[in-house]
């Protein structure tokens, strides 16, 4: 079975600096998705950005950005010019072949002003 | 777009009651899953539903049980509540071919 870690709980980031959140996963699949959602205190789960396994370059959307690194299975989403809206709880969730989406257990992010 | 919309937005049970709860799934989406997320941890995924056949299940219980609709509406229905059950219930919708998935804002349900 697919698993996803996260090991960091909480993160602190000052506006308009930088942050980077940590995943990794285990799977023997080697054609799978890679999620980031971010889940403010409304509770919808809000796409950030998504990377396909078989793609080598890293996805990118505006100030956010990954670093996929396949052989490690890793995969860290990085904030750039960290904005107060950006404060929520970050989830890492990967999708293979079985259709469904194995989440790892978050990491909250504070935006210090 | 419309979104995916869940009913009710919260909800207090008995423990050994049932509850259902309700998903609206955006349009043009014909799967919908639903995930469990209890307090300070990840979702986990219950089900998936596809042209109206369950497709994918989770660790959980057959006293959690679903239908989609052909309107690509779900329901969720949970048999026998225990106190555990007390959790965010995410309502997911997506498109064949479409690995993007819209998550409704959930159901908090609260045992007691």
């Known amino acids: 079975a697919q698993t996803v870690t996260q090991s960091q709980p909480e993160m602190s980031v000052q506006e308009a600096e930088t942050v980077t959140l940590s995943c990794t996963y285990d799977t023997s699949e080697s054609d799978y998705y890679l999620f980031w959602y971010k889940q403010p205190p409304s509770r919808q789960m809000i796409l950030v950005i998504r990377q396909e396994a078989y793609k080598q370059q890293n996805a990118t959307e505006n100030r956010f950005s990954v670093n996929f690194q396949k052989a490690a299975k890793s995969f860290s989403l990085k904030i750039s010019d960290s904005q107060l809206g950006d404060a929520a709880m970050y989830f890492c969730?990967?999708?293979?072949?079985?259709?469904?989406?194995?989440f790892g257990s978050g990491t909250q992010l504070t935006v210090l002003p | 777009e419309t979104g995916v919309t869940q009913s009710p937005t919260h909800l207090i049970k008995t423990r050994g009651q049932q509850v259902t709860l309700r998903c609206s799934s955006q349009s043009g989406h014909n799967t919908v899953s639903w995930y469990q997320q209890a307090l300070g941890q990840g979702p986990q995924f219950i089900f998936q539903?596809?042209?109206?056949?369950?497709?994918g299940r989770g660790n959980f219980p057959p006293r959690f049980s679903g239908l989609q609709f052909p309107n690509y509406s779900s329901e969720l229905n949970v048999n026998a509540l225990e106190l555990d059950d007390s959790a965010l219930y995410l309502c997911a919708s997506s498109q064949t071919g479409n690995y993007g998935y819209t998550f409704g804002s959930g159901t908090r349900l609260t045992v007691v």
């Open positions: 969730a990967y999708r293979g072949s079985a259709r469904q989406l194995t």
């Open positions: 539903y596809y042209r109206e056949e369950e497709n």
